[in-house]
């Protein structure tokens, strides 16, 4: 299997078994991702030098409109997408083997946690993963420290609170806030 392949499974939403060949698809691709996050991490890097590290890590070029401050986390890597004008700022955490589309215009607050994955409630299968992709449209502004979980669509032009934790999908133009997240109001054009 190739990431490609594993991409397209998780993109179904594939049941991930422990020690199955798609399961078996994590390990390499977090090692990978925890050097080039390390290289990001460990030294002073111009703009253009992250653009670059950052392509490597999702293994796909990145607009030279995006902009990212370190540090940053990511245990696979290669399952993050990003449109244009989008801005990542420090400490932001991708667990991205289920999938993480970013749109164009996005910016994402400091320490926001995007996780793909939810393992088994059985305990014998606890090892076990259900992925699901995490979709923002475009213009969305995520506060620091929030938490977008596996499955979560979020719609043009919404806000998520500072600390929410969003685990359900979130119309376009709202605001969101708390745990779990609720619509607090609509934005309007003024």
Not at 54 to 68: C, K, M, R, Y
Not at 75 to 97: A, E, M, Y
Not at 139 to 157: R, Y
Not at 163 to 176: F, I, R, W
Request: charged content about 20%; some cysteine.
């Amino acid at each position: 299997m190739d990431i490609e392949e594993y991409k397209a499974f998780t993109a179904k939403r594939g049941y991930l078994a422990a020690g199955t060949e798609e399961a078996k698809m994590m390990r390499p691709a977090a090692v990978e991702a925890q050097r080039i996050t390390a290289q990001i991490n460990g030294a002073f890097h111009t703009p253009e030098e992250l653009r670059v590290l950052f392509s490597e890590l999702t293994g796909q070029p990145v607009d030279e409109s995006f902009a990212l401050f370190p540090p940053v986390y990511s245990d696979f890597g290669k399952n993050i997408r990003v449109g244009k004008n989008v801005f990542i700022n420090s400490g932001c955490c991708f667990q991205d083997q289920g999938g993480v589309e970013i749109g164009d215009g996005c910016l994402i607050g400091h320490q926001v946690v995007f996780a793909t994955l939810n393992h088994d409630l059985v305990p014998s299968k606890r090892g076990n993963m259900f992925p699901a992709p995490i979709r923002l449209g475009k213009n969305v502004w995520v506060g620091s420290h929030a938490t977008i979980l596996a499955g979560v669509t979020v719609g043009d032009n919404a806000v998520i609170a500072a600390g929410a934790v969003v685990a359900k999908d979130v119309p376009a133009n709202t605001v969101v806030g708390g745990v779990p997240a609720k619509v607090i109001k609509t934005i309007t054009e003024e």
